[in-house]
T-cell receptor, first 113, second 109 residues
Framework: IAGITQAPTSQILAAGRRMTLRCTQDMRHNAMYWYRQDLGLGLRLIHYSNTAGTTGKGEVPDGYSVSRANTDDFPLTLASAVPSQTSVYFC????????????FGEGSRLTVL | GQNIDQPTEMTATEGAIVQINCTYQTSGFNGLFWYQQHAGEAPTFLSYNVLDGLEEKGRFSSFLSRSKGYSYLLLKELQMKDSASYLCAVRDSNYQLIWGAGTKLIIKP
């Protein structure tokens, strides 16, 4: 089934540890995004990539890094996790040539202790 | 600053009609989106408005007034499965999406 795959779906992590959330899409969309979603807040953009080889900072980029080596993959890395990074993380992609609607992965629930 | 406002929670009865409002103040406007998100799941696309007026898609309709910075999502013939959060998002002049916090819709039998 075409779409976006995220891994892991859930993870408990000790503070200070490094963690990479994986995201792969097979729709050949140019743009990809990482959001975090916290209770009572809207989706907040962490980083984005408009095309392979380029990335940009979103609203809340501190403590996170991304890479876009190819069209399909867009991993998000927490270099040294902190409890405030406990959240649900969604990867999304869009075809900027159309309406630009976002297609979301199923989410990764991360708990930092 | 940029801001999207929508009610935190609404309650409606199965079979009825409900209107979820969204007001926005953004740096430019390149379209407004509505997404549905069931608890514990990912958001899914419902509708897109870029011109003023009403877009109808089955039981769901979305309205936009750019001059008023206002949109609403209208859900008709409510079903229990419509219990979800509804997210309003505006694409600004930098082509970035600004998201509201979402409206949790509770459907009662």
């Amino acid at each position: 089934i075409a779409g976006i795959t995220q891994a892991p779906t859930s993870q408990i992590l000790a503070a200070g540890r490094r963690m990479t959330l994986r995201c792969t899409q097979d729709m050949r969309h140019n743009a990809m995004y990482w959001y975090r979603q916290d209770l009572g807040l809207g989706l907040r953009l962490i980083h984005y990539s408009n095309t392979a080889g380029t990335t940009g900072k979103g609203e809340v980029p501190d403590g996170y890094s991304v890479s876009r080596a190819n069209t399909d993959d867009f991993p998000l890395t927490l270099a040294s996790a902190v409890p405030s990074q406990t959240s649900v993380y969604f990867c999304a992609s869009s075809d900027r040539g159309s309406t630009g609607e976002l297609f979301f992965g199923e989410g990764s629930r991360l708990t930092v202790l | 600053g940029q801001n999207i406002d929508q009610p935190t929670e609404m309650t409606a009865t199965e079979g009825a009609i409900v209107q979820i409002n969204c007001t926005y103040q953004t740096s430019g406007f390149n379209g407004l989106f509505w997404y549905q998100q069931h608890a514990g799941e990912a958001p899914t696309f419902l509708s897109y408005n870029v011109l003023d007026g009403l877009e109808e898609k089955g039981r769901f309709s979305s309205f936009l007034s750019r001059s008023k910075g206002y949109s609403y999502l209208l859900l008709k013939e409510l079903q229990m499965k419509d219990s979800a959060s509804y997210l309003c998002a505006v694409r600004d002049s930098n082509y970035q999406l600004i998201w509201g916090a979402g409206t949790k819709l509770i459907i009662k039998p």
